[in-house]
């Protein structure tokens, strides 16, 4: 038998002719970087928003304002208001980030105008806010010139044809009449229009009296402070400013056309107001806007619709987004929603649920039963509700503490760390609690893992809690689980080139070297316990981790051991007597 024996070497530059040579190579590993922990997500009804996509990124309370509404009054809204109110002291308590999906009844609808025959224009999204949308029409043009020569008796060589286009319709007058027609063909200065003009259309003078122009229109849409105006729109389907073109972008409504129904003999402007005689300014209002009814409000609505990518509702539509780190729906304590948001937090495992408990719970024994519900180290329970001044009502109102417990984890985050527990920290903008806990009666709550939120003189209103909602004592505190989090997504995130490399030693070497740096600057940031990096975390990554067939199968398998701070939960000074003679001995 002859065995044969082929080796493979590196590919290696070519060097074809004397002369010096540069080359780039990596000799060390790619630097592992930190994730943000800070970024919150909220599911709630409002005003206004998209109910069904991707959730909307704001960065401010105004921006909220301006995406998804004001606040929501009791009347109409009652239990389900609160997600304005979450949003906004998100932010008072340090948040900067936070992604919203709105939720809406399904008997929610859209206000809508449909009576321009071949233009449907209607609210964005559902709600009473788009009755409130006004729209200006006024008539415009791109383009205008004078006719030099009739070349046939539809065809004309103008002075400039900049402007026309094929399929617009331009006016022609002579300062009396008007005509109206289309353009069949444009190319450069010959214009080809359907129909000839009639009477003498020729004007060479400097300044023409008779001139040939575009017709176009603006729409100025308006709601409230938020206006949007479009220029220079035509209903030709082939120009570049073809009305459905130009306000699919818009924040505020959405317009379909019917171009069966356009014709061909008016200008834009007229057959959208209808002939009428409007001094060149037409307005349009949307009405039937509906916010639907709090009656047909249910827990599917909140955990929503998996329809496929951008057709996801309520938890599901974070599906797809891998910012968020901290999740709420403010207010909402019907169990199946909160143990969906907990179930999608654990199956995402890069985020942790903050859950509030119903306001009118507030016996131990009550709060106890409802704690029993849960167990995870992915959420945490906080209670009581507090009571903030209602900008609305221009009173104090309770509200649930998820939105302010979010913002106060994203203060501890930037400026202590993820590693620091989110307690012991002042609840901001909170004039009072809603209902105020002892501690014999935290000392029977805490123990299971339900945070309070306390009032103690001379120090305001505090968060006085930091476990988890796990039966399992490793993962107790919600530092601790917030730091895994923030470890594994940062690894996960920095370590994508090493996919499709070969897996080797080197390879092997590379990870480790991108890891231990990675990890001892953890360390140093007082996020892991141990005097040394040795003794805060370890790195294993070589052929005790990966069998053969791991190796063969393309696994690359590295483990990491951390060893997290914990919180000095209690804080305990034994105290002694002793006398002049002991010496303090």
Request: hydrophobic residues 40%; charged residues 25%.
């Amino acid at each position: 038998m002859v065995s044969l024996k082929i080796e493979e070497t590196a590919r290696m530059p070519e060097y074809l002719s004397p002369g010096v040579y540069v080359e780039e190579f990596e000799s060390g590993g790619v630097p592992v970087a930190g994730v943000s922990t800070s970024t919150a997500g909220f599911i709630g009804l409002a005003q206004r928003g998209e109910a069904e996509g991707l959730p909307e990124l704001v960065t401010s309370f105004a921006d909220f304002q301006r995406k998804f509404g004001s606040y929501l009054s009791e009347n109409q809204f009652g239990e389900y208001r609160f997600l304005s109110y979450a949003v906004e002291h998100f932010f008072i308590n340090g948040g900067s980030r936070a992604y919203v999906m709105r939720v809406a009844p399904e008997d929610a609808k859209s206000a809508i105008n449909d009576s321009l025959g071949f233009i449907k224009l209607e609210a964005k999204n559902p709600g009473t806010w788009g009755d409130r949308i006004r729209i200006l029409v006024t008539p415009s043009s791109k383009a205008k010139t004078q006719i030099l020569e009739m070349l046939s008796p539809a065809q004309y060589r103008v002075k400039s044809g900049i402007g026309f286009n094929d399929g617009d319709i331009v006016t022609f007058t002579d300062g009396e009449e008007k005509q109206v027609r289309k353009i069949v063909m444009a190319q450069q200065n010959l214009l080809t229009l359907d129909v000839s003009l009639e009477g003498d259309v020729v004007d060479t003078n400097i300044l023409p009296q008779k001139l040939l122009s575009t017709a176009e229109f603006d729409l100025q849409v308006a709601y409230g402070d938020e206006v949007e105006i479009y220029e220079k729109l035509s209903l030709n389907p082939i120009g570049a400013n073809f009305i459905d073109k130009k306000v699919n972008k818009s924040s505020l409504i959405k317009l379909s056309c019917n171009l069966d129904e356009i014709g061909d003999m008016a200008t834009p402007f007229d057959k959208i107001a209808g002939g009428e005689d409007t001094n060149s300014k037409f307005w349009i209002e949307l009405s039937g806007g509906n916010d639907g009814s709090m009656a047909n409000i249910s827990a599917a609505d909140f955990m929503g619709k998996d329809l496929g990518p951008g057709k996801r509702t309520g938890i599901k539509s974070f599906i797809d987004n891998e910012e968020v780190s901290i999740m709420a729906v403010p207010g909402i304590t019907i169990p199946a929603v909160q143990l969906d948001l907990l179930a999608h937090c654990e199956l995402k495992s890069n985020r942790f649920a903050i859950l509030d408990i119903p306001r009118e719970t507030k016996k131990v024994n009550d709060i106890k039963e409802y704690r029993n519900m849960f167990d995870t180290s992915y959420g945490a329970l906080y209670h009581p509700w507090l009571k903030v001044f209602d900008p609305m009502d221009k009173r104090n109102i309770p509200i649930p503490p998820s939105g302010s417990i979010a913002g106060i984890f994203a203060r501890s985050d930037n400026t202590r760390g993820v590693h620091k527990a989110p307690a012991n920290e002042i609840v901001r903008a909170c004039v009072a609690l809603d209902c105020q806990y002892n501690k014999g009666e935290q000392d029977i709550l805490n123990p299971i893992g339900v945070n309070l939120i306390r009032f103690f003189t001379g120090q305001g209103i505090r968060v006085w809690g930091a476990r988890t909602l796990s039966s399992n004592p490793l993962w107790r505190y919600i530092n601790v689980r917030r730091l895994f989090i923030f470890l594994e997504e940062s690894v996960k995130r920095s370590t994508d080139w090493v996919v499709f490399e070969p897996n080797d030693e080197e390879l092997w070497a590379r990870v480790k070297r991108s890891l231990d740096n990675f990890l001892t600057g953890v360390w140093r940031t007082g996020a892991l316990a141990g005097n040394a990096p040795g003794d805060a975390y370890f790195v294993k990554i070589d052929r005790t981790t990966m069998t053969q067939d791991d190796i063969d199968n393309g696994r690359l398998i590295c483990v990491i051991g951390v060893s997290p701070v914990k919180p000095a939960e209690f804080v305990i000074f034994r105290f002694t007597q002793f006398t002049s003679e002991s010496g303090g001995e």
